[in-house]
């Protein structure tokens, strides 16, 4: 059903392209199967300058996408601290923005925001668990007496939070999976409000711990995977991988890793610094040798921002293109990631997703008439992946509809 | 009384909010991530929330099937904040015996609402002082104004008569004095009385009963005859008794009536002379279905049964159908000795 509609909607959108193409034959270069995107580079406006911005949306023109994996970089070096600082001091600064606009009635918005700001300081907790956290925060606070308006407070804080990173595709699954969970719950029946409240706030934590948990889960499930002699090819600084490798070093399994370079952020250099404390010999590649040393590679370990219910993954960009190179080399590629990233999203190209855009330096001065593609991520479909490792299990990716169904239901 | 634009939306209660572990009936008007949220229809259409937890006993295999938007159907209060207005409903919790009693009260409420707010539109008055002065004390002296409503179809004085207002003026002397006025003025009076009589006029019911009736002593049909008028004869003006052949030895006796109770028992009263009679002359009296209210579906088939049987009855004749008598012709005669050789 959710197929067919897309698929409709693509349809229609392809038919509309075929119109814009005959109109602007001398933009033929620019064409794109988005006609969505299309439209807004013809209006010859920026394409940021669309989005609507919240009261509390993150008013910098680079996406807190970035500013997040710059923070939870867990490698303390004088570039991450830098950037530490500049991320709190532009956190701050929003929050004084932010309160300069809000009137008393707003106040437990602002609080959610606060306590998820709070949460998302720890280096080592997901952007969605801080998410979780703030939301069990909220049903503590809550002074509500009926579950109607509970659920309200609940929904309003939930938003506010999806609003904030509208590009975050598990801080929006986390969110919606969050509500799900605590109100799916016979203790709703209690008679008395507050047996039903704290019900919930028990789910909240439960729900909390779980995600924490995810990591190790994953990491005790992928070992199986993991075999002596074997070299393993990662992308990106995925904090599920790094656990995986860490646990599979714990057991004194003998491999080796070979870590792309990651620009622009410059991943691949502070994974190979975490691995090589732990005695995992690593090999540091450019991103674009990849094919180069596909031949040596056992297999492939990306970690994902989202997993899509076609059971495809959004990750940082370059995974498609890895996937792409594994797959015609007959290399299986392992995803490892936590059930809260499940997103209730079918995207049948890159052009689908929402473009989550970050600053990109090369070194030299870029003349202003060049374009440069600023994406983060690409979407890498399922026919490219081989196994999903969650804490729900080691799936294929054609059970994730399954799986969200259940998480849904 | 008059303004401008008179306010035609009230609740059909006093109490703005009703109260925990009471049946209301609600219609559905969306449905969201965690529950449904619908309006109460007897609290003017004020919002109430049903979680999904609250829908069923069983486990929910699809959601769409329990609720749809628009449906209109009793539930349980959970809880209620009437500070800030949100209500708790659950239709999980809600008996049969609420369910009977809810829609009763609905019923009622919503004549009476109907009632009240075209009074209020037609003399362009506020629906809420309607309900003030007149409703609301119906409601508290009568227990639901719709019983009042019944009386003031008759009797209009004995219900509105005894309601009153208190109204402040400032007196002769200049000191403020309150003043106790009848709360029903004879335009709103007349008005109202029209409304009711004309809404709550109270329709006659038919009630039945089916017997066998049985006579093979000579003068058998006489006696039959005899024995129906004197069921007849047992009805009154008020439940006049007719009794119809539907097929031999099958007739039905009716009345109509406005009590129902009465209506039984005249029918009764017939079917008892009726045995007398045909008892005398040494027949027979079988009750098949002793008297009853019927509904309009009882009628109808009622009246299908009677013209199969009617159809079944004719007599038809015998030779209707025979068919035409063949004439048995010839081809002629044909002189086969005249031309019939070839000639060279």
């Given at each position: 059903?959710?197929?067919?509609?897309?698929?409709?909607v693509y349809?229609l959108?392809?038919?509309?392209?075929?119109e814009f193409s005959q109109?602007?034959k001398?933009?033929m270069?620019?064409r794109?199967?988005?006609?969505?995107?299309?439209e807004?580079?013809?209006?010859n406006?920026?394409?940021?300058?669309?989005?609507?911005?919240?009261?509390?949306?993150?008013?910098?023109?680079?996406s807190?996408?970035?500013?997040?994996?710059?923070?939870?970089?867990?490698?303390?070096?004088?570039?991450?601290?830098?950037?530490?600082?500049?991320?709190?001091?532009?956190?701050?600064g929003?929050?004084q923005?932010?309160?300069?606009v809000?009137d008393l009635g707003?106040e437990?918005s602002?609080n959610?925001?606060?306590?998820f700001?709070?949460?998302?300081?720890q280096?080592d907790?997901?952007?969605?668990?801080?998410?979780?956290r703030?939301?069990?925060?909220?049903?503590?606070?809550?002074?509500?007496s009926?579950?109607?308006?509970?659920e309200?407070e609940?929904?309003?804080?939930s938003?506010?939070?999806?609003?904030?990173d509208k590009t975050?595709?598990s801080?929006t699954?986390?969110?919606?999976?969050?509500?799900?969970?605590v109100?799916?719950?016979?203790?709703l029946?209690?008679e008395?409000?507050?047996?039903?409240?704290?019900?919930l706030?028990?789910?909240?934590?439960?729900?909390g711990?779980?995600?924490?948990?995810a990591?190790?889960?994953?990491?005790?499930l992928?070992q199986?995977?993991?075999f002596?002699?074997?070299?393993?090819?990662?992308?990106g600084?995925?904090?599920v991988?790094?656990e995986?490798l860490?646990?599979?070093?714990q057991?004194n399994?003998l491999?080796?890793?070979?870590?792309?370079?990651g620009r622009?952020?410059?991943?691949?250099?502070l994974l190979?610094s975490e691995?090589s404390?732990?005695d995992?010999?690593?090999?540091?590649?450019?991103?674009?040798?990849v094919?180069?040393?596909?031949?040596?590679v056992?297999m492939v370990f990306?970690?994902a921002?989202?997993?899509?219910?076609?059971g495809g993954?959004?990750?940082?960009m370059?995974?498609y293109?890895?996937?792409?190179?594994a797959?015609?080399?007959?290399?299986?590629?392992?995803?490892a990631a936590?059930?809260?990233?499940?997103?209730?999203?079918?995207p049948?190209?890159q052009?689908?997703m929402?473009?989550?855009?970050?600053p990109?330096e090369?070194g030299?001065k870029?003349p202003?008439?060049?374009?440069?593609e600023r994406s983060?991520r690409?979407?890498t479909?399922?026919?490219?992946?081989?196994?999903?490792?969650?804490?729900?299990?080691?799936l294929s990716p054609?059970v994730?509809?399954d799986?969200?169904?259940?998480?849904?239901? | 009384?008059?303004?401008?634009?008179?306010?035609?939306e009230?609740r059909?209660?006093e109490?703005?909010?009703?109260?925990?572990d009471?049946?209301?009936m609600?219609?559905?008007k969306n449905i969201?991530?965690m529950g449904?949220y619908?309006?109460?229809?007897?609290y003017?259409?004020?919002?109430?929330?049903?979680?999904?937890s609250?829908l069923?006993?069983?486990?929910?295999?699809?959601?769409?099937?329990?609720?749809?938007?628009?449906r209109?159907e009793p539930?349980m209060?959970l809880?209620v904040?009437k500070?800030?207005?949100?209500i708790?409903l659950?239709?999980r919790?809600?008996?049969?015996?609420?369910i009977?009693?809810?829609?009763?009260?609905?019923?009622?409420?919503?004549l009476?609402h109907?009632?009240?707010?075209?009074v209020?539109?037609?003399?362009?008055?506020?629906l809420e002082?309607?309900y003030?002065?007149?409703?609301?004390?119906?409601y508290?002296?009568?227990?639901?104004?719709?019983?009042?409503?019944k009386?003031?179809?008759?009797?209009?004085d004995?219900?509105l008569?005894?309601l009153?207002?208190?109204?402040?003026e400032?007196?002769?002397?200049?000191?403020e004095v309150?003043?106790?006025?009848?709360?029903?003025?004879?335009?709103v009076?007349?008005?109202?009385?029209?409304?009711i009589?004309r809404?709550?006029?109270?329709?006659p019911?038919k009630?039945?009963?089916?017997i066998?009736l049985?006579?093979?002593?000579f003068?058998g049909v006489v006696?039959?005859?005899?024995?129906?008028?004197?069921a007849e004869?047992?009805?009154n003006e008020?439940?006049?008794?007719?009794?119809?052949l539907?097929?031999?030895?099958?007739?039905v006796?009716?009345?109509q009536?406005?009590d129902?109770?009465?209506?039984i028992?005249?029918?009764n009263k017939a079917i008892?002379?009726?045995?007398?009679?045909?008892?005398?002359h040494k027949?027979?009296?079988?009750?098949?279905?002793?008297?009853?209210?019927?509904?309009?579906r009882?009628?109808?088939?009622?009246?299908e049964?009677?013209?199969?049987l009617?159809?079944?009855?004719?007599e038809?004749?015998?030779d209707?159908?025979?068919?035409?008598?063949?004439?048995?012709?010839?081809?002629?005669e044909?002189?086969?000795?005249?031309?019939?050789g070839?000639?060279?």
């Amino acid at each position: 059903m959710i197929f067919l509609e897309k698929a409709t909607v693509y349809y229609l959108q392809f038919f509309h392209f075929e119109e814009f193409s005959q109109e602007k034959k001398k933009s033929m270069w620019r064409r794109s199967p988005s006609f969505i995107l299309d439209e807004r580079r013809s209006s010859n406006s920026p394409p940021m300058a669309d989005t609507t911005r919240g009261p509390f949306q993150n008013p910098d023109s680079i996406s807190a996408y970035y500013q997040t994996r710059a923070a939870h970089h867990g490698v303390i070096t004088s570039d991450w601290l830098a950037q530490a600082q500049a991320a709190v001091g532009g956190v701050s600064g929003d929050a004084q923005h932010d309160l300069s606009v809000t009137d008393l009635g707003n106040e437990k918005s602002f609080n959610v925001i606060e306590e998820f700001n709070n949460w998302r300081k720890q280096p080592d907790l997901a952007e969605a668990v801080a998410a979780i956290r703030a939301l069990a925060a909220v049903i503590r606070a809550s002074e509500a007496s009926t579950m109607m308006e509970l659920e309200i407070e609940l929904k309003k804080a939930s938003d506010t939070l999806k609003s904030w990173d509208k590009t975050s595709i598990s801080l929006t699954a986390g969110c919606d999976l969050f509500i799900r969970y605590v109100t799916r719950t016979s203790a709703l029946e209690y008679e008395d409000f507050n047996s039903a409240k704290s019900r919930l706030l028990e789910r909240a934590e439960k729900f909390g711990e779980i995600s924490c948990k995810a990591r190790r889960i994953i990491a005790m499930l992928s070992q199986d995977f993991i075999f002596d002699g074997c070299t393993i090819l990662v992308h990106g600084l995925s904090r599920v991988v790094l656990e995986i490798l860490k646990t599979a070093a714990q057991n004194n399994k003998l491999f080796r890793v070979l870590c792309t370079e990651g620009r622009p952020d410059g991943t691949g250099v502070l994974l190979s610094s975490e691995l090589s404390k732990l005695d995992i010999p690593v090999k540091l590649l450019l991103d674009s040798a990849v094919a180069y040393s596909m031949d040596e590679v056992d297999m492939v370990f990306v970690g994902a921002d989202g997993v899509v219910e076609s059971g495809g993954i959004i990750n940082m960009m370059g995974t498609y293109q890895i996937a792409l190179v594994a797959h015609s080399m007959n290399k299986p590629v392992y995803v490892a990631a936590e059930s809260y990233k499940f997103a209730r999203l079918y995207p049948l190209d890159q052009k689908d997703m929402a473009p989550a855009l970050r600053p990109i330096e090369f070194g030299v001065k870029i003349p202003t008439k060049v374009e440069v593609e600023r994406s983060a991520r690409d979407y890498t479909p399922p026919q490219y992946l081989t196994l999903l490792f969650t804490d729900l299990g080691v799936l294929s990716p054609s059970v994730v509809s399954d799986e969200l169904i259940q998480l849904y239901l | 009384m008059a303004s401008q634009t008179p306010n035609l939306e009230c609740r059909m209660y006093e109490a703005k909010y009703p109260e925990v572990d009471m049946a209301v009936m609600i219609q559905v008007k969306n449905i969201a991530d965690m529950g449904a949220y619908v309006s109460l229809l007897e609290y003017n259409n004020i919002e109430g929330m049903i979680l999904f937890s609250e829908l069923s006993r069983r486990r929910i295999r699809s959601v769409s099937s329990l609720i749809k938007v628009g449906r209109i159907e009793p539930v349980m209060v959970l809880r209620v904040d009437k500070e800030k207005g949100y209500i708790d409903l659950s239709k999980r919790r809600v008996s049969e015996e609420d369910i009977q009693t809810c829609e009763e009260r609905y019923n009622k409420s919503k004549l009476v609402h109907s009632i009240m707010r075209h009074v209020a539109e037609t003399l362009s008055i506020d629906l809420e002082d309607l309900y003030v002065n007149i409703g609301w004390p119906l409601y508290r002296r009568h227990g639901h104004a719709f019983e009042a409503f019944k009386i003031l179809v008759t009797d209009p004085d004995s219900v509105l008569g005894p309601l009153t207002r208190e109204i402040k003026e400032v007196g002769p002397d200049g000191q403020e004095v309150t003043k106790v006025v009848p709360a029903v003025t004879e335009e709103v009076k007349d008005a109202l009385v029209k409304n009711i009589r004309r809404r709550m006029t109270p329709q006659p019911m038919k009630i039945r009963a089916d017997i066998e009736l049985k006579c093979f002593q000579f003068d058998g049909v006489v006696h039959i005859k005899e024995a129906m008028k004197n069921a007849e004869a047992a009805g009154n003006e008020d439940c006049p008794v007719k009794i119809k052949l539907v097929a031999p030895p099958l007739y039905v006796l009716t009345t109509q009536t406005l009590d129902k109770e009465q209506g039984i028992e005249i029918l009764n009263k017939a079917i008892a002379a009726c045995t007398e009679t045909i008892e005398t002359h040494k027949g027979k009296l079988v009750v098949k279905e002793g008297a009853r209210a019927v509904s309009e579906r009882d009628e109808k088939m009622l009246t299908e049964h009677m013209a199969k049987l009617r159809l079944d009855n004719e007599e038809m004749s015998g030779d209707e159908d025979s068919g035409d008598e063949e004439e048995d012709t010839g081809m002629g005669e044909v002189d086969l000795d005249a031309g019939a050789g070839i000639i060279e």
